[in-house]
């Protein structure tokens, strides 16, 4: 004789109430003639239609009492009989995406927003009445914007936190994790202007303008080129606002002066934030800055590098040949006394 176990969840916690055996983990109900087959073969068909309806009300129970893991856990199950659930399609990989590791943040972004084209293309098959779809696409709107949020928040912290020692490591790693964050929101409105153009154009706007608050977080630690990237990126969603709403402007985007500069440092060294360059942009506001003639070599320097690092920034031979000067200055000015710890721009 077998131990009666539940078809559907595997659990053991099988107990007899009012006439049927009901499985305490997922409330699949079994009769006595089907329960005493399970304990005699190990198994029994059961209505399929009955596991689903139980499954679901178990997810959206763990959803409403924010039990990600029990969520997830119930959607891919739902996922297993139903693959057409945009439902389970989505929720399954929100919810474990809820629950990675500080270190997954990056590749969990990046399966959420893989799987939103297949989500919306669901919801517009299977779903015929227009008011559903429209409160559909708004709540999975609500829910990319709650974990990138939360994902962001996160990344931030963590990189805050670090010790300064391994700040500049740790660099690399937050930015990009940020641009998949981001690109969550960016992507979701896309496939809403293309799906739901007629009714839920708002939705796009709102997905756009909070990839572009994410975005614009990240511009000061990154090096020239690349901040012209993500400000190149943040422009094109601006102006595809603008096509919806002509009054929207981008959110001011702040960045010290030195973002904006120390621009051959910057690429010779690979990082706006590393010790060479704090001691160079040290050098640059405590004596440079302070004399008349200092501040026209800085104005000058801002006019001519800038082009100069776009054009051959990435070349092997441009490096080379700044390298040398730039590791003698920045010896001579240590040995002045100028510090390469981390340092906070004056302007």
Request: aromatic residues 12%.
């Amino acid at each position: 004789m077998k131990a009666l176990k539940c078809e559907m969840c595997g659990s053991n916690d099988v107990v007899k109430q009012d006439g049927l055996y009901v499985c305490q983990n997922c409330g699949t109900k079994y009769t006595v003639e089907e329960a005493k087959k399970m304990m005699i073969e190990g198994t029994v068909k059961i209505d399929s239609s009955s596991e689903l309806e139980n499954l679901y009300k178990l997810a959206r129970i763990a959803k409403i009492e924010n039990n990600s893991e029990n969520a997830a856990k119930y959607y891919e199950q739902i996922l297993v009989k139903d693959p057409n659930s945009w439902e389970a399609t989505y929720y399954a990989i929100y919810y474990k995406s809820m629950n990675c590791r500080l270190g997954e943040i990056g590749k969990y972004a990046v399966n959420l927003t893989n799987s939103l084209p297949r989500v919306m293309n669901l919801v517009k098959k299977e779903i015929s009445d227009s008011t559903e779809q429209e409160r559909i696409v708004e709540d999975v709107f609500s829910r990319n914007e709650d974990i990138s949020n939360m994902f962001f928040n996160a990344a931030t912290n963590h990189y805050k936190n670090l010790p300064e020692s391994l700040k500049y490591d740790g660099e690399e790693e937050y930015i990009h994790q940020v641009i998949k964050i981001q690109q969550i929101m960016y992507f979701y409105g896309i496939i809403v202007e293309n799906e739901f153009k007629n009714n839920c154009i708002s939705v796009a706007i709102k997905s756009w303008k909070s990839g572009i608050n994410i975005n614009k977080e990240i511009i000061k630690y990154l090096t020239p080129e690349a901040r012209d990237q993500q400000l190149d990126v943040i422009t094109s969603f601006a102006e595809k606002i603008k096509e919806y709403d002509t009054s929207y402007e981008i959110p001011k985007i702040e960045y010290n002066r030195g973002d904006s500069g120390c621009y051959v440092a910057t690429a010779v060294y690979g990082s706006y934030n590393c010790p060479e360059v704090w001691t160079l942009r040290r050098f640059r506001d405590n004596t440079l800055d302070v004399t008349w003639y200092g501040r026209t070599f800085i104005k000058i320097y801002y006019i001519i590098s800038p082009t100069l690092v776009k054009w051959f920034g990435e070349t092997s031979w441009f490096k080379k040949f700044w390298r040398r000067p730039l590791d003698r200055l920045v010896m001579a000015l240590k040995s002045n006394g100028v510090k390469d710890t981390p340092y906070q721009d004056k302007y």
